[in-house]
Every structure is written in C-alpha cells, then in structure tokens.
C-alpha cells in the first residue's frame, strides 16, 4: 500500500530537520492526522465539567454586618458596668448561640434539612448547621476609632443555604438572637452589680448601726470621768511628752512618769471586768463608716451603669447591613468550572496526541527516509493529489470548521448563559417547596 510522503528539498541535512519544528505545516499535518484524539478528550471533558456545573446545586450566603457602637455618653462623665472588651463578648454570645437548644429550635421554625431529618440525629444537624453559619469579625479597625482598650470593630454573620429565602430568614433570625442576646448579659450584668452592690451597702449600714449601738451602751456602762481625774492624767501626758523631748525612755525620770501615767489610766478604767474599750469601738465605727462611704459612692455609679444599660446609650451593637435574600450563589464557580474543564480537555487532548505521534514510526516526510538511508541513494517524487482526496480534504475542513463553531458557541452559551439558569432554577425551587 502506497503511503503518502510529504516532499522536501533535496538539500535537506541533518541539521536541518529541526526546522519542521518551526513550520507551522507541521503541526497542521499533525492535527489533520491526530484531530479526533485531540478534540474527543476536550469535547469529553468539556461536557463532564458542563454536567457537573449544572447539576451541581447552588449555595447562596446571606449576611448581615454589625456594629459594636460606642457608648453615646462620654465615659468622663458616666462610668458604664460592663467593661468586657468587644471581642471576648462576640465570642461568649457565638458559644451560647450555638448551643444545642438554640440551633434546634432555629431548625424547626424554618423547616430546615426536611430531606436530611429522618435519616440525621440531632447531634449530626446542629453539626451541619454549625457548618452553614459563620460569625466572623472583621479585623481592620474603623477609620474613626481612636481607642486602643476596646477599638469599634465589625463582625459579619452569614447562613448558608441551596434556598436563597431560606438563607436571608436564617441570617436574620442569627443576627435577632445576637442583639437580643448582647442587651440581655449587659443588662444582666448590670443589674447584678447593681444589687450585689446593694446589699453590701445595707450590711455596711447593719454593722454602723450595731456598732452606735455598742458604743452608747458603753458609754452608759463606763459612765464619763470626772474633770478632776482627767486633768492630772492630762498633764502627767504633757509632761512626758515635753520631757521626752529632752531625756531618753530609758531614763528614770521618765519610767517613773510612765508608771505613774499607766496607775491613773487603769484607775480611770471601767471597774467592771466586762467593759468595751471605747477608743477601739470608735475606731472601729470610723473604719466601718469610711467602707460604707465607698460602697455607697460605687452603689451609686453602679446605678447609673444600669439605667444606661436599660436606655441603650452604653456601647451596643448596631446592624449595619440587614440579610438580604442573595442574587448570586457564592459556589459553585460555573464559568471558573468551565475554564477549568477546557484548559484540562485541551491539556489530556494535546498529550494524547503528542504521545501517539512520539510513538508512531510511521515514514511521512524524507527527514524520515533520510534517517534509514543514505540521502545519495533517495530520490523524492512530488505526490500526486486525486480528486476524490481532494473533495474528502474539503468535506474534512468543512466538518472541522462546523465543529469548532459549535464547539465555540456551545461553550459561549454556557458561559454567558448559565447565570439566568441559576435564577430560574432557584424560583423554580423556591416554587416547588412552598
């Protein structure tokens, strides 16, 4: 059987060969032999990737962004309760959101996983919800911010969900119950510091009021010393205190007037053995009195905290952007699947074609013959074209333009297209599961 040779300049060496590597002819040549190992794959894979872009089904994210506002009454002048910093109060509000109960009960006020319930615990469904939600806090701080202690910050939380309404009810539900939640424990917290406060001022009262009572029934008791009695143990003072100026503790002088000092005291002592030291009652009463002083000034601040907590003038979260019902799926990437799927079709296509003609061995052109024989011996003939090759040639380049077309318009129509099938699909199923 005759096989087709391409011609060549006689002249042809063997350095010259590699200029088939720089003609464009022959990678033409190659793609006439080879089109269908290389179309075959990409159509293939091309196909799959549009299969799977299509049956895969969307997930829409719906998200709403919050505030943690500054406390609208300067700081100076009201001290507030609560002075957790922002971010530890994110954190304690996610841990009890996601708590079993909560997550439950969120799943049965919207019918949620209805396909996934009979066959899912309760554990693998606040597992798959926990999955779906998403409280993340946005690290940059705001432009306006200038504290360092508790900086304004923004935190987002998202629900996601192949229902575009379902995902916005849920999102909105999440960020209800994280308002309600934040006024709740700083409302709590200012009420609790509020009456522990409270009730330390009223034992503090109890205790000053024992203790006037003490002090009176000890005065009653002791009865007040004469003046005459007084007045020699006063001078006796003064005049160790002025002597002590001059001669040491250590001098008989001055022990002589130390004991007489100490015989007129116990004189001057109550003569029954159950009596109260005065002085230690009234230092007691003035320590108690000062403790009460203090507490009363916290009590006091402390009310004030929970008056601004119950206003909402202390720092707060504020929504900044309300859950909306999402346009747009955030997977899958339809068109980054379709490029993905094309550069793949085109990568296994080329592969298997440069595998296949590095494998065949077949003569096609004289650089082949010259590397069996010598080139003296070799004489090329120009080949001969018939007409019928010539009309298969023609039908051949008519089919390959008409595939590569429709090849083009078929990818054209899933890129470009796709994204109202989207919209469709999910009013249809919205539709259906009403």
Known sequence: MLQKVNYEDDA????????????????WEIFKRRFLYLLLPLIVIVSAGAGVALVWPPTYLSEGKILVQSQLIPTELVRPTVTSAAQER????????????????????FQLFQAQRNLMSP???????KAKTSITIINQT????????????????????SN?????????ELVTR???????????????????????????????????????????????????????LAQMRAEYAQKSAIYSDKHPMMKALKRQIEAAEKTLAPSNSNGVNLDALQSQREAIQKNLENASAKYAAAQLGEALEKNQQSEKFEVL???????????PNRRKILSLSLLLGLGVGGGLTLLLEMLDKTIRRTADIYGLFDSHFVVALPYIVTKGEVLRSKRRTRLLIAAGVGFVVLVAVLAFVLLPWDLMIAKARVGLFR
């Open 178 to 232: 994280i308002l309600n939640e934040d006024i709740r424990d700083r409302t709590s917290r200012a009420s609790d510091t509020t009456k522990f406060l409270g009730r330390e001022v009223e034992r503090l009262q109890a205790e000053s009021a024992a203790l006037e009572s003490k002090i009176a029934q000890a005065k009653e008791t002791q009865g007040t010393p004469s003046a005459g009695a007084i007045d020699p």
């Open 123 to 129: 554990t693998q469904l606040v597992d798959l919800m």
């Open 164 to 172: 575009p309404n379902l995902a916005a009810g849920v999102a909105n």
């Open 12 to 27: 042809e060496t063997g350095d010259d060969r590699q200029s088939n590597l720089l003609r464009p002819s022959f990678y």
């Open 90 to 109: 994110i954190q304690v509000i996610e841990q009890r959101l996601m708590t079993r109960d909560n997550l439950i009960a969120i799943v049965d006020k």
């Open 142 to 161: 705001l432009s306006f911010s200038r504290r360092t202690e508790n900086p304004t910050i923004v935190f987002t939380v998202g629900y996601e969900d």
């Open 321 to 331: 952007e309300q859950p909306a019902v999402p346009q747009e799926p955030i997977r």
